[in-house]
């Protein structure tokens, strides 16, 4: 009897520790900072995979858009080849966990600056700055811009600035606020509601991958600090991805970067911002 309650006792140990390791290994979390991964030639960016010009997984498998050049560009200035970085897909409601569980080192991922989020993560940038604005069905006529929402069935992303605006600003308009802006442009091509709302260059972005299907319309109404964010607190990793920005924008890989991607749309590249040291 004492002999099969220790092995009971050993065997419950046991699976005791293999669950507790399952359990930290599932969570994917990372206790080294940036700069420790850094040294060691592999970083973790965060980036959107559905944003076509900006954040994109294609078909192939690899990575496009003016962020991944972004995230790519900063990396190199930490010391991280494109071979050592890892692209993780950040949804919005997501970012702020991904950053404080260790999960991404950085993220680039059209993530506006504000001061809610500045309670969870720190921001380097801005390195872009970009306006709300709306997208339609190419043949619709009712809505030219944010003063014709009124009773209209609007689609953004859950945790985006601009789905936010919306409720708060806009409560005679039907939000509907999905996981993924492609679930958004699915809805809005099957007819399910009325318009798209999100930053100018995304929606750029998606109606340049739709040719004729769709067309942004009215001028941008917010103003959208894109910032990249880091662990709240890494003073030393926030000053030296601001550094990085600051060399992108002096040694003209900004807008070279930005005229191979968003720029492919016919979207011209705009004065690059200043950065703000937060």
């Known amino acids: 009897m004492r002999i099969n309650r220790a092995l009971r006792l050993g065997v419950g140990a046991i699976a005791l520790t293999l669950a507790a390791a399952t359990a930290t290994a599932c969570g994917g979390g ?12 592999k970083l973790t960016i965060g980036i959107k995979f559905d944003q076509p010009g900006l954040g994109l997984r294609n078909k192939d ?31 919005s409601g997501q970012r702020e966990t991904l950053i ?38 190419a043949d619709n006529t009712d ?18 600035t601009p789905a936010q605006n919306i409720e708060k600003n806009f409560k005679d308009t039907q ?10 442009l699915e809805g809005l091509r099957a007819g399910s ?8 260059i995304i929606l750029a972005g998606y109606a340049a991958q ?39 924008i002096a040694d003209q890989s900004w807008k070279k970067a930005f005229d191979s991607t968003v720029g492919a749309s016919g979207y011209q590249a705009p004065e690059p911002p200043k950065v703000n040291r937060y």
């Open 210 to 248: 739709s040719t004729g299907a769709f067309k942004v319309v009215g001028k941008p109404f917010t103003t959208e600090n894109y910032g990249i964010g880091l662990k709240k607190g890494d003073k030393e990793l926030r000053d030296k991805v601001n550094d990085a920005i600051e060399a992108m």
């Open 100 to 137: 404080e569980n260790g999960q991404v080192d950085y993220i680039v991922a059209t993530y506006s600056i504000n001061d809610a989020r500045k309670q969870k993560v720190d921001f380097a940038g801005p390195y872009y700055i970009a306006g709300q604005s709306l997208l339609v069905r």
């Open 30 to 41: 990372d206790s080294k900072s940036a700069l420790d991964n850094a040294k060691d030639g």
């Open 175 to 184: 939000l509907q606020a999905n996981d993924t802006y492609s679930l958004c």
């Open 143 to 160: 809505i030219t811009g944010p003063d014709s929402l009124k009773g209209k069935k609007v689609c953004s992303v859950k945790g985006s």
């Open 61 to 91: 498998g690899s990575y496009s858009g003016f962020d991944v050049e972004v995230g790519k560009y900063v990396a190199e200035k930490l010391g991280v080849k494109p071979e050592g970085i890892t692209w993780k897909e950040s949804p």
């Open 193 to 200: 509601w009325d318009a798209v709302t999100t930053d100018d």
